[in-house]
């Protein structure tokens, strides 16, 4: 196992939920966190408060946009990173079987949020991650392995997160053996993100899920932080165990 003490990790979408939980986990084990935010300083600010031992910073940037992550990455504190935690994404939502529900253009701003987005990150930090031989992890969804749902939400993140869990095994591929690649296929987590639900869709995935309970947060940045420790794991992709039916 790769100890993570004094290395140092860029957290995309690091201000709250499932980004906010693996900042804190990485923290605690003696890693200096970067945690990017786009708008939201204040709430960056707060998460960064809470993170064990010192040296963490706040990294304001556009983690969807090429420019903004080469602007983001190019700062002379993320010289060396160790650890890229991918995590921001985006959505829609709208009714499922309305196929027009979804506009043409969030059909390409999730595409470029949800997939684009990574490969930017990935690019820009390729030389540095190669120097520290260090690792990336990628925010997928169970959505991108099996589309269900009464949301066109569920569909737009099923198409978008399938590429980027194709992305994630391409890129550990193209960046061994020096950079392991992997990602995470989490299901519903109660988060900020998942506020778009109605009270009747979250107790259908209740009712779906083998342990009949939504995902908790801490246990799926658990995952993250044990792949950024493995240093024998590249091209997997972990599906949270509170999902069924795979």
Not at 1 to 28: C, E, P
Not at 204 to 233: C, D, F, H, P, T
Request: hydrophobic share 40%; proline share 1%.
């Amino acid at each position: 196992m790769t100890s993570l003490v004094g290395k140092t990790a860029l957290v995309t979408g690091g201000s709250a939920g499932i980004g906010a939980a693996v900042a804190k986990q990485l923290a605690s084990r003696g890693v200096r966190v970067a945690i990017n935010y786009s708008s939201n300083r204040e709430r960056a600010a707060k998460t960064l408060s809470q993170l064990e031992g010192s040296g963490h910073i706040l990294v304001q940037g556009n983690a969807f946009d090429r420019e903004g992550i080469e602007q983001l990455t190019t700062l002379e504190t993320m010289k060396d990173l160790d650890i890229i935690i991918s995590n921001a994404g985006w959505t829609a939502f709208g009714e499922f079987n309305d196929l027009g529900a979804v506009s043409d253009d969030d059909w390409m701003k999730c595409y470029q949020s949800n997939v684009m987005s990574h490969l930017w990150l990935s690019q820009a930090c390729r030389e540095t991650l190669e120097r520290t031989k260090g690792c990336i992890v990628i925010s997928a969804s169970v959505a991108g392995i099996k589309p269900s749902g009464s949301s066109m939400m569920i569909e737009l993140t099923a198409v978008s997160k399938a590429a980027t869990i194709h992305l994630a095994k391409s890129l550990a591929k193209a960046c061994a053996p020096n950079i392991r690649v992997n990602s995470v296929s989490a299901g519903v987590m109660m988060t900020d993100w998942s506020k778009g639900f109605d009270e009747e869709h979250i107790e259908k995935v209740i009712q779906s899920n083998s342990l009949r309970k939504l995902v908790n947060v801490e246990e799926a940045a658990m995952l993250y932080v044990a792949l950024a420790e493995n240093g024998s794991m590249t091209v997997s992709f972990c599906v949270d165990t509170l999902t069924n039916g795979i």
